[in-house]
């Protein structure tokens, strides 16, 4: 618990901190804005679609906060390289792996807060900007609350893995950029390689669309539109495999390295 509280300062007291909160909070606006005209749009007239505006609307900034949040767990490693108090830290904490789980563990507290200032902003405005009735007919629906708590489970996954990918990669920008990458770049490239390899094996290529960590948190959360794909718990176990593996794998370097 020193450690965990030792961490949770250290984040709650750095400028990246704020900073990273405030890009979700812009991105999150557009996102609402996006997501409200949507909504109110002609997608009501269809059930199927309707549940779906409503799931989008009040997960609204997943996305992005996904994003934030696996950049916030790179940090919260790297900066210890980057501002040389690796040593000290792990001076004053001889245990490495601890260190690195109390890390682990104050990223994912801190990525479950931006899911509920993101959470907590959606419950409050959409009563403010959607058709009349339309944001309690939302809320009576299960689907929706299961949507936002699995969304929470996204937002503390994340950050763990950013945390492994940060001690696997010590420099902050490089592992900035391979986070970003993950999230867009790399995800691309991979649907492009499946939508191929589909038109060549059929349909059945999809199953290995979990594979990608940001489509695993998708479907996680909005759940599996297509029959074709695993169960959405499959989609959860992939996710939190690539965080404890990063983790792991991380862990190990760290525990080699010279922190010199």
Known sequence: MRLL???LLKLGTTRTGWLLTAVTLVVWAGALLVNTLLFNGEVQADPTA???????????GQLAGMTV???LGTVVITAEFQYRTA???FLVSPGRTAVILAKGAAAALGGLALWALTTALN???GPLVLADGMAAAALHRPEVWTAVALNGATFAVWPVLGVGLGALVRHQAGAAAAALGINFAGTLALVAGLAGLTELVGHRALEWATLIPSLASFLLVFGVPDPGLPPRWVAGVVLVGYAVAALALGTALVRRRDLG
């Open 69 to 71: 949040a696996l950049v």
């Open 5 to 7: 509280r030792a961490e």
């Open 123 to 125: 419950l409050a405005l």
């Open 50 to 60: 309707l549940l779906l505006a409503q799931t989008n609307f009040y997960t609204t």
């Open 87 to 89: 040593l000290p830290t």
